[in-house]
Each structure stands twice: as structure tokens, then as C-alpha cells.
């Protein structure tokens, strides 16, 4: 059974005037097609092989297998990025992710502030992350393929900040996209998703 390219969880065009559908045509249709293409040619016939997702990236990150992780873990980060941004993102987080988010940041604008920080002293390419371990939220950032998973960390929401991300609509503004996100875009409701998933499994 090989890895199988998710579809968009809305139309091509729905994120638009703030991501366009040509740069989610290239985004999905070409850069994550080519992690999920370039990962099934490498496990096949090997170890990985019939595995999930998850478990393939666990497996190549013991094993130092850089070639598969960097493949199944970019497949992975993708598919979480699409289900971070909604059609009718952004606003306020509600409930118990809301509260968390007040205490740990203080308040809506300290969690803006410190995630677009993050976001921005990225250097290159890679991702930044709100994550929750052991009952606290934090931001992080992880450089190129390299996910939360590895680190006993639980995702609730990324922003992919390499620029095949935002170039074809921002340029080199990656402030601009960022403010965009955070503004129009950021899906509350799956973040609290997770947020509650995690909290029941602890």
C-alpha cells in the first residue's frame, strides 16, 4: 500500500485574495505531489513499505534515514498546513484552547505577537508550530522537513514558512503572509481539535 497525495480540504481557489489558487496549484499539485511521489519510490520494496505515515517518519528518524524522513515528513507537515488554514479563518479561539492560550502568551495579541516573531526569525526555510507537551502550549520553529513528531511534541496548528509557500503572492514580504494567516486564515477549530484530542489522551 503506498502513501496517497490527500486532497485539499477546500476548493483550489477558497483561501483567495490571501493564497492564491496558482500558488495552492503549485504548493499541492506539484510540491507536496513530489514528497508523496519521491517517498513511495523510496520505501518500496523495503521496510517501510505498508507502513503509515506516522510510523514511517518515526522509523527513518531513529534510523537516520534522511533521504525517507525528509520525504515523509514534508508529506506529513503538508497535509497538517492545509487543515491549519480555513476559507473562514482567523478570529478568536474559543473554550479551553482560548484559556490556554491566555495564560500562556497572556493574551490573543501576545500569542500573535510571539508566533509572527517566531515565524519570522526563521531563517530559510522551514516551519513554525504551536505545540502542546505535558499540559503547556508553546511556539516553535523547526527548520526544513523536521517536525514536532520527533520530539514527543503534539501539533495543534503550522504555518509553512519556505517560500514556494507565499513567493508567487507575497514575494519576498513574509511578513505580509504571515500577518495574512494570522488575520484571515488561522483555523481555531482544528487547532481546538487537537488541543482536546491531547488532553484526553493524557
Known sequence: MSIALPDLPYAPDALEPHVSARTLGFHHGKHHKAYVDKLNAAIGGTG????TLDDIIAAAHTAADTGVFNNAAQAWNHTF????????GGGEPRGALAEAINARFGSLDGFREKFKAAALG???SGWTWLVRKGGVLDIISTGNAETPLTDGLTPLL???VWEHAYYLDYQNKRDAYIDAFLDKLINWEFAAQ?????RAAA
Open 81 to 88: 498546513l492545509w487543515h491549519s488554514m480555513s476559507p473562514s
Open 158 to 160: 503550522t504555518l509553512d
Open 194 to 198: 487537537n488541543y482536546e484530542s491531547d
Open 122 to 124: 526563521q531563517f530559510g
Open 48 to 51: 517501510y513499505e505498508g507502513r
